[in-house]
Structures are given as C-alpha cells and as structure tokens.
C-alpha cells in the first residue's frame, strides 16, 4: 500500500525564504516623538535547539501590528504582514518599524508567507511528504508544515518585545519496537506513512487556530525519520471518527497496517508504540502519551 503512495506537494501555499522587497521609492517620514518597534522571537523548541526545530540564521518571521482599539485586518494596521529574518543574534526588517504611544496587539506567525489572502481563514496546507531535507534557502518540508503563531497586548516599548511561539498543529511521532516474535534486528530504514488525514487547513491570525478544511480531501503523509526507530510527521488537528487504515509501515519490502479512530489535538504531540511481530496482522499499538505545546 505504502509503496504506490507518490509523494505530496511541498506546503502549497507558503512563501517561504527570502523575505522580498516591492522596490517601491518610500518617502521618509516624521519620526520624532516615536519609539522603534524591537522583536526577540523564541521558538517553542529552543531549549532543545537542533538544525531544523530552532530559529537559525536567515528564518523568516511575519508580524502584524495593529491598535488595540481597532481590530487586525488584512491591510491598514500600523504594520502589515511585514517580514522580519533572523541573523543569528537579533530579528530585522527591511525598514525600520516605529511605536506611536498608545495600546497595541501584534500578531506574529512562521514560516513567513509573502501572500497573505485573509487574516482569519488563511489557506494552508501541510507537507504529504515531510521525509526530505531541507533544500538551499528552503525549510525541510517538516518544518515548512509546522506553523507557529504569538500573539501579545502591550503599550508601546522603547524595549524589545519579547513573543514565544506555540504550535498550532498537531504533531505524531511512531516509534518502532521489536516484538517477541519477530525475527532479528528492525531494519534502520523503514517508510511510515499517516493515512486518511486532510492536509489542508485554514489559519485564523486573530486567535491562532487552524481548521481543517471542510472539503478537504484525505490524503497520504509520509513521516520523516526523527530518531533510531522514530519518525514523525506534523498533522492538521482533526478527528478520525471511524476505523480506518491509519498507520502503516513499510520494511524490507513487509507492509504492516494499522486501522484505528484517531483524535489530532491542535498543538500537542502524540506519542505512538508500534510493536512489529513476525506476522504483519499482528500488529499492536501503544499510546505512549501527548505533550502540549511540545519542545
């Protein structure tokens, strides 16, 4: 079954790399009286920093900022979708960003996307193939699935505005264990792949929800290889209502299936046993656990 599976497009959606520039002449303006907007960015991974779940150099941020009197729109808030890259040490724009005095909401979200279509029922759709690398300026196509969102209230600041991220999708990771009856060593190379999910969403800013797109279609994610025996995958939160074929791994060739109900909560990850016996109808699942707003 796993081995007719073609692969899933890369995020359709997303914009992701190098922040662009319109080229547009802009006029300077008055600053005087204003303070300058400051941003330090922390993802939900930074204690455990690794290549592809921490903010390196070069990541790009989107960020909104609008008065507290006036709700976040899509165009005509003090700052609109503007993209702010990381350079190792601190979050610049293009431009530099001024405070007014006064009260002010701002919205921040990666992986950046240069179109932004709407602010409440933004399109975006998860990797059907998170196993690859990242690729030159481009995320992995794991990462590029795994939206993050903050948001904060505050009066202006001659400080920098601190925002820690949270994970609005859900997360699966598979770890494989070798059952009593099963003849030698698990292979280090095995395919695992998350059946009958939609991978399509939209993404409300205003509040950080993702909604799994109501005509969606259900389709295949093949896992990424995450540790020995391990691998995950970023899902859109959604309920399985009935029993359907929902994991399967493919080793040497041997499919092993397995059919459930499945509840993906938004933001927490799902910690998965798969036992794999001689049999491939044998199969058994443990649930190992959840973990929100996962590191």
């Known amino acids: 079954m796993g081995n007719n599976i073609t692969s899933g497009i890369l995020v359709a959606l997303l914009g992701i790399g190098i922040c662009s520039c319109s080229g547009d002449i802009v006029e300077p303006e008055d600053t005087s009286g204003k303070m300058r907007m400051e941003f330090a960015f922390s993802h ?11 903010f390196e150099n070069g990541d790009n941020v989107g960020l909104f900022v609008h008065r507290e009197s006036q709700p976040l729109e899509i165009a005509g808030n003090v700052v609109n979708n503007e993209c702010l890259t990381y350079d190792g040490k601190n979050w610049k724009a293009s431009r530099q960003l001024y405070w007014d005095k006064g009260d002010y909401g701002v919205a921040a979200y990666y ?3 240069e ?9 975006f759709e998860v990797a059907t193939d998170q196993s690859g690398a990242a ?4 995320l992995s196509p794991y990462e590029a699935s795994d939206f993050l969102y903050s948001t904060k209230r505050l009066a202006a600041s001659s400080t920098a505005v601190n925002m820690t991220f949270r994970h609005i999708m ?10 009593e ?19 399509s969403a939209t993404i409300d800013l205003t509040a950080g929800v993702a909604t799994k797109a109501p005509k969606g279609a259900s389709k295949t994610i093949k896992a990424r290889k995450a540790a020995t025996n391990t691998y995950s995958a970023i899902v859109v939160p959604q309920r399985l209502e009935n029993r359907v074929p929902l994991l399967e791994v493919v080793m040497n060739g041997v499919s092993f299936l397995y059919e459930s109900k499945f509840l993906f909560k938004p933001g927490v990850h799902h910690l998965v046993n798969l036992v794999i016996d001689k049999n ?3 199969i058994k699942i ?7 707003n996962w590191n």
């Open 44 to 54: 939900p991974e930074s204690a455990t920093r690794a290549t592809d779940t921490a």
């Open 111 to 113: 992986p950046y996307m």
């Open 115 to 123: 179109e932004i279509s709407s602010v409440t029922d933004l399109p």
């Open 135 to 138: 690729s030159g300026n481009s």
């Open 170 to 179: 859900s997360k699966i990771s598979v770890r494989l264990i070798k059952g």
């Open 181 to 199: 009856e099963y003849e030698g060593d698990l292979p280090e190379v095995a395919e695992v792949y998350i059946h009958n999910t939609v991978p």
């Open 280 to 282: 491939p109808e044998q």
């Open 286 to 292: 443990e649930i190992g656990g959840e973990i929100v």
